[in-house]
C-alpha cells in the first residue's frame, strides 16, 4: 500500500493560485499599467490586474453597491506580497488650479487654497477597506475552496497601498527652476514639490492594519514606477 505523503501548502502556494482562480473564472484581467483605462501613466510597462475590471465583475456578479477600491493590483507571490494601486493625474490638476483665467495670472494663493482640499479629499481608508472586501470576496468564493491554513496565509500576506503619481518625486527645486526660463514650467515644478510633501503628510498619518499586515501607503511616481518593481522581482 503506498502512502499518501500529505502537501503543505506555502504563502507563496496560496498566491499563485489565488492569481490562477482570478484569471481562469474571468475575475483578474493583467496588462501592463500604460494600457489601463485610467492610467496617467503612459509609458509604464509593468504589468498588473486591472482592479478596476475585477471590481466590476464583483459588483455585478454580487449586486454590491457602488465600491470605491484601488485602479491595479499585483500579487508578488515570491515575496509573500499584494499591492494596490491607486493612479492621480496630478498635472492636470496643476494645470487646472494654478492659472487664474479671470485674472490672466498664475495664481499661488488660488492653488494653496484647492491643493490641501484634493488631497485630504483622497480617501484612503476606504480605498484600502473596499479593495480588501473585494479581493476576500474571490478568496471566499465556494469554488475558490479556501483552506483553513489559507486563511492564515491571507492575513499574514503583506499588503501595500501604493498611490502612482504623474508628477516627478524627485525634482531638486533649485535645479528645476535654474534649468528653464518659463514662468509656467517654474511654477508647476514648485507646486509638485508642494504636492508631494502634502501626499507624504497625509501618508504619515494614515493607520494601518496589524489585522490584514497592511503597511503605511507609498507614494511613488509613473518614472521610477518600472524599476521599482524590477528591482524586487
Known amino acids: 500500500m503506498v502512502k499518501k505523503v500529505k502537501i503543505h501548502t506555502t504563502n507563496k502556494d496560496f498566491l499563485l493560485r489565488l492569481e490562477s482562480f482570478g484569471i481562469e473564472q474571468g475575475y483578474f484581467?493583467?496588462?501592463?499599467?500604460?494600457?489601463?483605462?485610467?492610467?496617467?501613466?503612459?509609458?509604464?510597462?509593468?504589468?498588473?490586474?486591472?482592479?478596476?475590471?475585477?471590481?466590476?465583475?464583483?459588483?455585478?456578479?454580487?449586486?454590491?453597491q457602488e465600491t470605491k477600491s484601488s485602479d491595479a493590483l499585483k500579487?508578488?507571490?515570491?515575496?509573500?506580497?499584494?499591492?494596490?494601486?491607486?493612479?492621480?493625474?496630478?498635472?492636470?490638476?496643476?494645470a487646472n488650479n494654478?492659472?487664474?483665467k479671470k485674472k490672466n495670472i498664475i495664481s499661488e494663493k488660488r492653488f494653496d487654497n484647492s491643493m490641501k482640499k484634493h488631497i485630504h479629499n483622497f480617501n484612503f481608508s476606504s480605498k484600502i477597506s473596499d479593495s480588501l472586501f473585494i479581493l476576500q470576496t474571490i478568496i471566499n468564493a465556494r469554488n475558490f475552496k479556501l483552506k483553513k491554513e489559507e486563511k492564515v496565509f491571507f492575513e499574514q500576506t503583506e499588503k501595500n497601498f501604493i498611490i502612482l503619481v504623474d508628477i516627478n518625486l524627485n525634482i531638486n527645486p533649485i535645479q528645476a527652476i535654474a534649468a528653464s526660463l518659463d514662468l509656467l514650467?517654474?511654477?508647476?515644478?514648485?507646486?509638485?514639490?508642494?504636492?508631494?510633501?502634502?501626499?507624504?503628510?497625509?501618508?504619515?498619518k494614515e493607520n494601518?492594519?496589524?489585522?490584514?499586515?497592511?503597511?503605511?501607503?507609498?507614494?511613488?511616481?509613473?518614472?521610477?514606477?518600472?524599476?521599482?518593481?524590477?528591482?524586487?522581482?
Open 208 to 233: 494601518s492594519s496589524s489585522l490584514h499586515n497592511l503597511k503605511s501607503p507609498i507614494l511613488k511616481s509613473c518614472e521610477d514606477i518600472d524599476y521599482f518593481y524590477n528591482s524586487i522581482t
Open 75 to 94: 500579487i508578488l507571490p515570491e515575496h509573500n506580497r499584494i499591492d494596490f494601486i491607486e493612479f492621480k493625474s496630478l498635472k492636470k490638476f496643476i
Open 185 to 204: 514650467a517654474q511654477t508647476s515644478t514648485r507646486f509638485e514639490i508642494l504636492i508631494a510633501k502634502e501626499f507624504q503628510t497625509l501618508i504619515t
Open 29 to 64: 484581467e493583467k496588462k501592463e499599467i500604460r494600457n489601463i483605462d485610467k492610467t496617467s501613466c503612459t509609458s509604464s510597462k509593468t504589468e498588473v490586474i486591472d482592479f478596476d475590471k475585477t471590481k466590476e465583475k464583483i459588483s455585478q456578479e454580487k449586486n454590491f
Open 98 to 100: 494654478i492659472y487664474d
